[in-house]
């Protein structure tokens, strides 16, 4: 899997995503996936060997090799002990259908190289072993007899190929000789093998991409390569550079990949047109390990489900299958408790969307369109003492309402005044999570407060206001003084422009009838940040490099900089000499020209922490140790020049480091060379 189960911070990426990454994609491609909500990761490999033990410690998985530092020689023996008598394709297959997924995806190569498949590119595969069968092949033909997509895992990431950079930090093998453009053949040339080899592959789910050989260039290469053997596969993220840590979500529309990859955790709130899959493990370990019996219940996992799909993503459940080639006793009594609940509550996951309630007091909800109408599938964990269950907040006419679980036992429902009130039995039919399906007319009315949106929380000339419901069918109704809003205020139709200090003010209304609270918002105008005169003579930042082991940024201001010291630097970047660099932190210093008086906005993305200061005060925190993520800020700044530094460090994986500027209602743009100086002679009004 992507690294070992320890704290990390996992920051979301702004809302900017690839285009393959919204529904508006070019072609239907990810339609299976998107019925499917539900399937199977299958973590196997020589690391179920050990079964998680080393030199008398019982804490390791699939990262065992470096984990427990075996050295390769020794790692290398675990292939003449792979015999795993007990592997039966078909009997995984059977008992991932009958949980009701929809798809499995193994690893055909983890980080140790060790591959599934019978590979003409390497040795080190399953047909060096006394099993001497393709797992690959076998597999992928039970899936197709049970109508599961079959799937690959595969790891950029390689701990045992020569040509691989760079090498673990503990290891005593010497990087001379390695040619990483060498390995990069290798490794097309096994996806290639695995794109032509066995048959239609829904899924290429690509992993190990964070250290700082694999550049955003190879990962399109890799992901056009994928697409060009089979145009309709589905690609990862993680094929690319743009992951932004374990929140998974793709931090800009430049890099590549289909799908967001959150790992071992939900997204707190939906992410509307974004496709995504929460990948998780039944215990606390992707690999097998013998010692590891912290199994998530039934409940839990049908839960987490439940609240995958309510948020419009997928759940990937992972299994780590023994060196015998079975499945632990514990995942395959938790595979088939979850095969009974959806053998029953399955139609509330395939093919279902994104809840259109913001929250439930009694659990989730998924909708899923029939025709003109919608079918609003609820799913009940705290049943209702009284067995009457409130829907807040629901303006649709309702068609009726049915409990799954009761082979569509018809309920009673009524309106009362802003909700649905459906009438159930007096106890839960099901103690995980009961399903009443609520058929209403038209696509979902929630009536939902407003949010009140904009590019910045001030202004210096105008700022473009917007007011969000999800509800289309909803009404908003606001004023810019403050006062309540009423069916007379004026109607909501587009972004509103202000050019002073005000306070907007709004709320939902349906029929001509106010249907939500009120919200509120002050946006103040300031005076900008005065310029600073001068004169500029250098284009570019001065560079101050230093060395060291840090989790947050330092105080740079009080290091001395080392011996590796740049003069200038064009723009805010790393430079090439930094790029495949580990345990260090940069400071950029200088000014920018602002070319005129009003708000800019700054988004700041790093590997790892970074931030923005600009005349002495900080602008954007993007601190701390992460993969690529970016945070954003706005300053009021007058036309001029003003001081102007970014601070960054990195520890290990990859580096990066980017900013971008614009003012309000104006899109992001990378900040150009042209406005950064460091040579300039300021003179303080």
Known sequence: ??????????????????????????DDRLDWWREARFGLFIHW??????????????????????????????????????????????????????????????????????CLFDSKQSDFDVMATPFHRDVMKELSQACERRGLRMCWYHSIM???????????????????????????????????ELLTNYGPIGVMWFDGEWESTWLHEDGVRLYDLCRRLQPSVIVNNRVDKGRSGMAGMTSSAEFRGDFGTPEQEVPDTGLPGVDWETCMTMNRNWGYNAQDKDFKSTEELVRKLIDVAS???????????????????????????????????????????????????????????????????????????DGVLRVPGLGNEVGGARLLSSAGAKLACERSGTDVVVHLSASMPNPIASVVA????????????????????????????????????????????????????????????????????????????????????????????????????????????????????????????????????????????????????????????VPSDDVYRFELASDDGAQLWIDGDCAVDNDGLHSVAARSGASPLAQGFHAFEVRYFNKTGGADLSLAWGRPGEKLVPLPASVLWSGTDPIRR
């Open 45 to 114: 490999g020589l690391y179920s060997i050990p079964a998680g033990q080393w030199n008398g410690e019982t804490d390791h998985a699939e990262w065992i090799r470096t984990t427990a530092r075996i050295p390769l020689e020794d790692y290398e023996r675990f292939v003449q002990q792979f015999d795993p008598v007990g592997f039966d394709a078909d009997l995984w297959a059977r008992m991932a259908e009958e949980a009701g997924m929809r798809y499995v995806v193994i690893t055909t190569k983890h980080h140790d190289g060790f």
């Open 311 to 385: 948020k419009g993503g997928n759940f990937l459940l992972n299994v780590g299958p023994t060196w015998r080639g079975e499945f632990p006793p514990e995942s395959v009594e938790r595979l088939a408790e979850i095969g009974a609940w959806m053998k029953i509550h399955g139609e509330s996951i395939h093919g279902t969307q994104a809840s259109p309630f913001e929250s439930l007091p009694f659990g989730r909800s998924t909708q899923k369109r029939r025709g003109e109408d919608t079918t609003l599938y609820l799913h009940v964990f705290d049943w209702p003492a």
């Open 1 to 26: 899997m992507a690294r070992p189960l320890v704290p990390c911070l996992a920051l979301l990426a702004l809302a900017a995503v690839s285009p393959a990454q919204t529904g508006d994609v070019e």
């Open 158 to 192: 390689d701990w045992h190929h020569p040509d691989y950079l760079p090498r673990r930090d503990w290891e005593v093998r010497r990087a001379e000789g390695a040619d990483f453009e060498r390995y990069e053949r290798y490794l097309f040339g096994q996806v290639e």
């Open 438 to 593: 609520l058929d209403v007319r038209g696509t979902p009315i929630v009536y939902e407060t407003p949010r009140i949106v904009a590019d910045a929380p001030f202004l210096v000339k105008e700022l473009p206001v917007e007011i969000v419901v999800r509800s289309k069918d909803l009404e908003i109704r606001y004023t810019l003084d403050g006062s309540d809003p009423t069916g007379s205020s004026p109607l909501y139709a587009g972004p509103i422009r202000i050019t002073g200090t005000t306070t907007v003010r709004a709320r939902a209304f349906h029929a001509g009838q106010k249907v939500s609270a009120a919200v509120e918002r002050l946006f103040p105008r300031l005076e900008p940040l005065p310029a600073v005169g001068g004169r500029h003579t250098m284009p570019g930042l001065r560079l101050q490099h230093f060395k060291g082991n840090w989790d947050e940024i330092p105080d740079l201001i009080e290091l001395e900089p080392d011996e590796i010291e740049l003069e200038t630097i064009p723009q805010v970047e790393l430079p090439a000499s930094s790029r495949s660099e580990e345990y260090f932190a940069l400071r950029l210093t200088g000014f920018i020209d």
